[in-house]
């Protein structure tokens, strides 16, 4: 299996919406709505902020949100605070019980 | 409120097998609605999972196939933990390892992380 493909890098300034894309194949992000995202500060563990596509776990704020077309999943974060600043990965199920995440996106907040 | 805790050594030689233990709070390991994950992280190799264990009225594994032969995750009720156990390691499993409770497909808990290095 081949990580799924993110921008290196996005930017956004505090108070605006920032979009990153995840692209997979019709054999992981395609097949199904088993997409999740994650936030990682530096130095801490993953953090779930999105599973199912669109849905937030409890107390994750709804400023994340989640959509997905196609073989292509997406994460949006709406009034951008410096706190979000961090690396956010996407997940997805592959198939046969196995996952796929990711290269990872750092996101600077301006 | 699910927490992981994990242990382990932090450095170990080639060829030689990596242990990893995760003690469960706040849930059973013999959960029939979860499943029990490793997860690692490098440079090199991104974030990468590598296998589960599970109790649906028995025990099941899933493993990735690029550890497939090398891995191994069990349970132990009796401590409510699970463990992973990686054979024959090269420098190319230097990471951080994760453990993580998993459900509808995704990684809701994580545990804290354990640097493993693999060197002599």
């Known amino acids: 299996q081949s990580a799924l493909t993110q921008p290196a890098s996005v930017s956004g300034s505090p108070g605006q919406s920032i979009t990153i894309s995840c692209t997979g194949t019709?054999?992981?992000?395609?097949?199904?709505?088993?997409v999740s995202w994650y936030q990682q500060h530096p130095g801490k563990a993953p953090k779930l902020i999105i599973y199912?596509?669109?849905k937030r776990p409890s107390g994750v704020s709804n400023r994340f949100s989640g959509s997905k077309s196609g073989n292509t999943a997406s994460l949006t974060i709406s009034g951008l605070q410096a706190e979000d600043e961090a690396d956010y990965y996407c997940c997805s199920y592959a198939g046969s019980s196995t996952w796929v995440f990711g290269g990872g996106t750092k996101l600077t907040v301006l | 409120q699910v927490q992981l805790q994990q242990s382990g050594p932090g450095l170990v030689k080639p060829s030689q097998t990596l242990s990893l233990t995760c003690a469960i709070s706040?849930?059973?390991?013999?959960?029939?609605?979860?499943?029990w994950n490793w997860i690692r992280q490098s440079p090199s190799r991104g974030l990468e999972w590598l296998g589960r264990?599970?109790?649906?009225?028995?025990?099941?594994?899933d493993y990735a196939v690029s550890v497939e032969g090398r891995i191994n995750v069990n349970s132990d009720t009796s401590k409510n933990q699970f463990s992973l156990q990686l054979n024959s390691v090269t420098p190319e499993d230097t990471a951080v390892y994760y453990c993580a409770e998993g459900w509808s497909s995704a990684f809701h808990i994580w545990g804290q992380g354990t640097m493993v290095t693999v060197s002599s």
């Open positions: 706040g849930n059973s390991v013999s959960s029939n609605s979860v499943a």
């Open positions: 019709s054999s992981d992000v395609g097949r199904n709505n088993l």
């Open positions: 199912e596509s669109i």
């Open positions: 264990t599970y109790y649906r009225s028995k025990w099941y594994n």
